[in-house]
Every structure is written in structure tokens, then in C-alpha cells.
């Protein structure tokens, strides 16, 4: 029998090994020695997702898509720090839709215009609420921040972030540098592909990148398109939208369409030459290593006619924070410039009315509203919301209120059939678990599951949903909190997402509150806890639909006093989760593997 000392084990995970390793000699008569058995069973890739093919032959509507959002926000939705890592970073993450508020180079106050696609959603009890804090916020906490020395953030990339360069960007009256790197070096080149119209020396004031009515720092839009261009195919060639929210007036709007066009020039989609409101939407496989700009649609001319060209009267009534999309008011709002909008091809933002106005049949259109908006259309005519998503793209977002970057649940919008369900990355929470298991080991790209797309010339097939019982055997795990002195005392929480279906209400407001199915395994006070083979079971799941379903598996610290702490995590989606004997690698608040494992025993069983 091997030891702890020389298997690389925790004495716990080692005789939990060895007892498995003697059922299976009695039960096969498959001859393995135990080094082959432990090396088979504990490696990384044993307790990976299990592989999917993601078919990109379908138009693009039909997919999921891993979505970011406020992505240049360091930390909360008031004051922290914009900057230009979280770009790179998630986009080495997999993300493939990016949002960018653009503002004046000047104060946003004084910006001339505002062309958001923010949505009159009717909170306006909450909108007040939010500008009300932010007020606050900017008051108390504006001269303490002004003062305070920049803290350099983290990147969730393990890789050695590279040292800033000496490049500058032109964003108000003065030059500023990029305040980060981001942890990949941009390729060697970079000086050499700047645009030549609006380098730096010019002094021109270039619009900016940042949290409009809040005391959020601001980054160039420059940078932005310049960390974009580098990192936006790195991980993924699929096609990456960038979500612009335009507060600019109509002379900043023309440097963002040359900064876009010097910098993404070669991903940029072209205008079909024969292109309507009823073209169709392209294919995933055709736009692979383009860059999709979703921006509110303007018409050539006033003259013109169609469903696309109308402007809504309520949008020109939002207040001046609408939601967390934020617009200026009424009295200052402008529209898109045509050079700007032509860049919006096949996600061609309009403002949302209802799921009957004429836009509502374009293929290219897409609607953007809060999550409080679409559970409240959901309620209305929630056929008409699920219908609607079969074949046009929809995204949801955060309501204003989430100030401290917290999220949504993805799941049930989801099931609601929404494409976009952008998510703040800032921390790790369910939500960004359940985002991590939906695209683990994809090009951030997931094809929406049968009874959740259109088929191919032909009606939606039937949903299928599913009975299961789960049964997951705790036997031990390792190198917990490996850098604290004193040993936690630790618990297993196994929850099931399951939850809504199409059709029906969205359950707790859409709030992220957890698995609708929980377990909890016994406590054990050590950094290599022995869980002696505790059960946890799920009996008569029903009403599952496994790609839109999740494991969630966390090591916790059980505190009497306070909230429990998180120690490791690890999530799967249901019809990729991994069965039988494996050491789970366990990942840490800041999705890094930790070191840690979790070793379980598995069973899911699908029931007539």
C-alpha cells in the first residue's frame, strides 16, 4: 500500500484512494496496479467538463454567449477604478461580449449628447434611488479618491502581467498613460499600428471610457480599442460583440469611428451590399475573427422610412440615470451619427417598447433591458418573451441597484431564451460560476439546446425535461487554506440549479440566491479533512433540462458567527458533469486554482 509521503496525497485522500482501488479489484477483474488506478482517477483532466461540440453552422441567434458587463470596472458600480485589464482579462477568460460607456473628454455632465440604448424599464423609484446614492458617493468620497495612490489590480490570469509601456492617450486637455497593463504582452508591433490621425502629440481631447454620474475614474477610449484589437482573438476566433454605450456628442462620436476603424479595421463586418431590414443573420461559422459593434441604430436621413428609422418619443423622456445604462436629459440627448451606426451590422440596438413594435421582427435588431424589465414583460406575455428569443437577440443586464457589482441569476434568463446575460466579473459569485460552467472549455459561443432555438427551416422541437437523482459520496479532500495557520473547519454544500422553465415566472425576482436544491455534508476541523464517505443525495430532480441546469460544489468555512467563508468551488453544467471517483481541482474567490481538491464519488442516474 502506497503513503502519503510518496504518492503526493493527503493521508486522508490516500485511504480513501486505496479502499476504492480494493472495491474495484473484487468488483472487475480488469488487472491494474494502484499507481495506474490513483493516476487515473485523481488527473486534472479526469475532472474536467465533460467535451462538447458546439455546431457554429446555425445563425448567430441561436447561441448563448459569455457576456460581460460594465467590463472596465475594477471592483463596485460607484467609486472604483476603470481601467483597461478587465478587458484583456476577460477576454483571455473567453468572454465575447464587451461594453464600453463612452463619454465627452470632457466632464460627463457637459457632454453635448447621449445616444445610450439604456431602457425606459418604468423603476423609477429605484433610478432615483441609484442617482440619489451616487450623489452621495461623489460628494463624500470624491476628494479621499482624488488623493488615494492607484492600487495596481490582480489579474485572473495566472500568467505574469507585462510592464506598462511608455505610450500615452490623449483624453482631456492633457496626455495620460494607462494606468494598467494587462497580464498579456500585446504583440511587438503595437507602435507601429497606432493610428497616425490622433496620436497623442495631437492634444486633441479624445472621448472617454467610464461609469457616467458616478465617481468612477475614467480610462481613453483609445486604450480601450487598442487592449480590444490586441487580446479580442487570443483566446477564441468567434466573433466578439462590443456593446457601445454612446454619451457623446457628434464631434466625439466621428473620433470613435476613426479610433474604431484605425484599430479593428481588419475584424470589422462590412455592410452586405444588399442589405435590409429583412436580411437574415449570418451564420457562427462566417464571422469567425470579427468584431460585432452593437450600437443603436441611426437612419442615413430623416426622409427615410422603416421600422428601424422611427425614434422612440418615451426615449427621449429617461431620466438622467437610467438604470445603470445611464443617459444625460432630455434637453441634451442626441442621436448616433451615421458613421457610427453603419458599424452596427447584425446587432443593431433599438430602444424596447413592446415584443409588438414593427423593430421586433427585423432580424438584425437587437433589444437591451435591465433584468427587473424583462421579469416584468415576462409577467406580461411570457409566450411572446420565450417566441421572441427563438429567434432575435436580447440582452439582459443588471439592474442600477446592484452597486456592489453583485449579479443576477443567469439561469432562469436563460431558460427565457436570452442570448446576452451580461454579467459583472468583478467577483466570483453563483452567478459567475454557473457562467464558467456554461462555457468551460468553449470559444465562449454555446449552442442554445433543442426547444430553445429554431431548427433550421423548420419549427422549434419539443423541450425535453428530464428526471434525475444525484448521488455524491464526500470521502475527503486537501491542501486546504494552505496559507492560514489555523485549520478550517469545514463542510461540503452540493447545490442543483434547476429551477424555471420557459413560459413560466422568474423565480425570486431574479435574484442570486443559490441552487433550488441544497445539500451540506458533515464538519470536519482540518486542512485535510476526512468526510468518511458522507452521502449527499438528490432524489426525483424533475423538470430538468440538463444544458440548462448546474452542479454547484463548494468547500466552505463554517463560522458560528459570521457568513461562512468560501474556501474552493468547482461547477459544471448537468449534462457535462463528470460521474464516478475524481479529485475535483477546487478553484478560489478569484477563479484561480487554488491547489486544494476535492475528492467525491458520483452518481447521476436519469429516471424514466
Known amino acids: 500500500m502506497a503513503t502519503a509521503r510518496d504518492s503526493g496525497f493527503s493521508e486522508s485522500v490516500l485511504k480513501h484512494l486505496n479502499l476504492k482501488f480494493e472495491e474495484q479489484q473484487k468488483a472487475s477483474s480488469t488487472k491494474e496496479s494502484f499507481e495506474e488506478f490513483a493516476k487515473r482517477v485523481t488527473a486534472s483532466e479526469s475532472a474536467a467538463a465533460l467535451p462538447v461540440q458546439v455546431d457554429t453552422s446555425y445563425p448567430i441567434s441561436n447561441y448563448f454567449i459569455s457576456s460581460s458587463h460594465n467590463t472596465y470596472l475594477t471592483g463596485n458600480q460607484l467609486w472604483s477604478k476603470a481601467s483597461i485589464d478587465p478587458y484583456g482579462d476577460v477576454l483571455q477568460r473567453g468572454c465575447r461580449c464587451i461594453e464600453v460607456d463612452v463619454w465627452d473628454g470632457g466632464s460627463p455632465s457637459n457632454s453635448s449628447a447621449s445616444s445610450s440604448d439604456a431602457e425606459d424599464d418604468g423603476c423609477r423609484k429605484e433610478d432615483n434611488e441609484v442617482k440619489g446614492l451616487t450623489g452621495l458617493v461623489k460628494k463624500g468620497l470624491g476628494k ?28 482631456g486637455s492633457k496626455d495620460v498613460a494607462p494606468t494598467e497593463s494587462v497580464s498579456k504582452a500585446p504583440p511587438d508591433d503595437n507602435q507601429n499600428l497606432m493610428p497616425a490621425p490622433w496620436r497623442s502629440t495631437s492634444g486633441r481631447e479624445e472621448p472617454r471610457v467610464l461609469h457616467g454620474y458616478t465617481a468612477t475614474k475614467d480610462i481613453p477610449f483609445r486604450a480601450v480599442c487598442e487592449v480590444v484589437r490586441d487580446y479580442a482573438f487570443v483566446k477564441s476566433e468567434l466573433p466578439l460583440i462590443v456593446s457601445l454605450e454612446v454619451h457623446c456628442s457628434h464631434e466625439q462620436q466621428e473620433i470613435m469611428v476613426e479610433l474604431i476603424t484605425e484599430y479593428w479595421k481588419q475584424h470589422l463586418v462590412q455592410v452586405p451590399i444588399d442589405f435590409s431590414d429583412q436580411t437574415p443573420l449570418p451564420s457562427l461559422e462566417s464571422l469567425r475573427n470579427k468584431i460585432l459593434v452593437k450600437v443603436k441604430f441611426s437612419p442615413p436621413n430623416k426622409s427615410q422610412k422603416g421600422a428601424l428609422s422611427r425614434t422612440s418619443s418615451q426615449e427621449n423622456s429617461q431620466n438622467a440615470f437610467e438604470e445603470d445604462e445611464g443617459t444625460v436629459d432630455a434637453s441634451k440627448k442626441g442621436k448616433i451619427i451615421e458613421a457610427l451606426g453603419k458599424l452596427g451590422v447584425y446587432v443593431r440596438a433599438c430602444h424596447f ?10 432580424p438584425t435588431h437587437i433589444f437591451a433591458l435591465s433584468e427587473k424589465k424583462v421579469i416584468s414583460v415576462q409577467e406580461e406575455n411570457n409566450h411572446g418573451l420565450f417566441e421572441h428569443n427563438l429567434n432575435y437577440f436580447m440582452r439582459v443586464y443588471p439592474k442600477g441597484t446592484r452597486v456592489s457589482s453583485s449579479n443576477l441569476d443567469p439561469a432562469p434568463f436563460w431558460r427565457q431564451g436570452i442570448q446576452i446575460v451580461a454579467l459583472n466579473w468583478q467577483q466570483v459569485n453563483a452567478a459567475m460560476m454557473m457562467n464558467d460552467a456554461m462555457f468551460a472549455d468553449t470559444e465562449g459561443w454555446m449552442l442554445k439546446p433543442e426547444g430553445f432555438r429554431k431548427a433550421k427551416e423548420e419549427e422549434p ?19 486546504l487554506d494552505q496559507e492560514e495557520k489555523s485549520a478550517p473547519n469545514v463542510f461540503v454544500k452540493c447545490e442543483m440549479h434547476v429551477g424555471s422553465h420557459e413560459g413560466e415566472a422568474i423565480p425570486k425576482e431574479g435574484k442570486n440566491k443559490g441552487g433550488e436544491w441544497k445539500r451540506k455534508s458533515c464538519l470536519r476541523r482540518s486542512k485535510d479533512p476526512d468526510f468518511a464517505a458522507d452521502m449527499l443525495e438528490f432524489s426525483g430532480v424533475s423538470g430538468v433540462v440538463p444544458e440548462l441546469s448546474f452542479v454547484r460544489i463548494k468547500v466552505m468555512d463554517d463560522d458560528a458567527f459570521q457568513k461562512d467563508r468560501m474556501i474552493g468551488w468547482a461547477c459544471f453544467r448537468l449534462d457535462r458533469f463528470p460521474q464516478g471517483l475524481h479529485l475535483f481541482p477546487l478553484k478560489g474567490p478569484d477563479s484561480k486554482l487554488t491547489g486544494a481538491s476535492l475528492l467525491a464519488d458520483s452518481r447521476l442516474t436519469q429516471k424514466a
Not at 417598447?353 to 421582427?361: F, G, K, M, T, Y
Open 144 to 171: 479621499l479618491r482624488s488623493s488615494s495612490p492607484s492600487k495596481k489590480v490582480a489579474s485572473t490570469e495566472s500568467a505574469t502581467k507585462a510592464p506598462p509601456d511608455d505610450r500615452k492617450y490623449s483624453s
Open 353 to 362: 417598447d413592446s415584443l409588438d413594435q414593427p423593430e421586433a421582427q427585423i
Open 461 to 479: 422541437a419539443i423541450i425535453k425535461r428530464l428526471t434525475y437523482d444525484l448521488r455524491m459520496q464526500i470521502l475527503a479532500a486537501q491542501n
